[in-house]
């Protein structure tokens, strides 16, 4: 079945601290992935996403880029902030309507200190 | 234009008890699912309802259920609680014309099973 493997945390960084987190997939098709981020007490929000191989997600400084031959999604950010400290899930779903489940990965609690 | 509402945002159950938890989806979309979310087991996906019919099912057991109506809202129903029931229940909206395969959750129902 699809899986999704993400590095365990908890991750700490210093602000203006460049951010990788990794994400590995398995999946029979090709699915469409995404980053989540939950703060505290909240649900998730979409963070970015990529429908297909080589495809660059980006959003509020974050990036990530679909790479089929490694079957890998890791996110990237320059320069973190003390406000970037959430929990970050990678995800993906094979379908291209919106109706196959999101298969996520454990979560990268991250931890940015001024 | 709105996001994904959920009700009640905390309830506090007894074991035994049963419970009901609403969504309302982003208005235009059709598609909602809902997700566990627990510390030990993560992110699981429950069921997604489509035009009022349950399209997918996770692999939950019977006392987890779920309906749709026509106007796309849905609620969800646990019966007979037990304590491994506490999670955080998250529901999730899909269909959008130009990103059908993004889901957008709402803030979620945080569930306590005394």
Redesign the interface.
């Known amino acids: 079945g699809n899986s999704v493997t993400q590095m365990e945390g908890p991750v700490t960084l210093s602000e203006e601290a460049f951010l990788t987190i990794n994400c590995t997939y398995t999946a029979t098709g090709y699915p469409?992935l995404?980053w989540?981020v939950q703060y505290p007490g909240?649900?998730?929000?979409?963070l970015l996403?990529a429908?297909k191989a080589d495809d660059k997600g980006s959003n509020k400084g974050f990036e990530a880029t679909y790479r089929k031959e490694t079957t890998s999604f890791h996110l990237e950010k320059g320069s973190v902030q003390v406000s970037d400290s959430a929990v970050y899930?990678c995800a993906l779903?094979e379908?291209?309507?919106?109706?196959?489940?999101?298969?996520?990965?454990?979560?990268t609690r991250l931890s940015v200190i001024a | 234009k709105a996001g994904?509402t959920?009700t009640p945002r905390y309830l506090i159950k007894t074991r035994g008890q049963q419970v009901t938890l609403s969504c309302s989806p982003i208005s235009g979309h059709r598609?909602v699912?809902w997700?566990q979310q627990t510390p030990g087991q993560?992110?699981q996906?429950l069921f997604?309802y489509?035009s009022e019919t349950q399209?997918?099912k996770?692999n939950f057991p019977g006392r987890f259920s779920g309906r749709q109506f026509s106007n796309s809202r849905s609620e969800m129903n646990v019966s007979t609680l037990e304590l491994g029931d506490s999670a955080l229940y998250?529901c999730?909206s899909?269909?959008g014309l130009a990103d059908?395969?993004?889901?957008?959750?709402?803030?979620?129902t945080r569930l306590l099973v005394l």
């Open positions: 469409s995404f989540y909240e649900g998730l929000q979409l996403k429908t899930f779903s379908g291209v309507s919106g109706n196959t489940p999101l298969v996520f990965g454990k979560g | 994904v959920q598609s699912s997700y993560g992110l996906f997604e489509f399209r997918n996770g998250l999730a899909s269909g059908k395969e993004t889901q957008y959750f709402g803030p979620g």
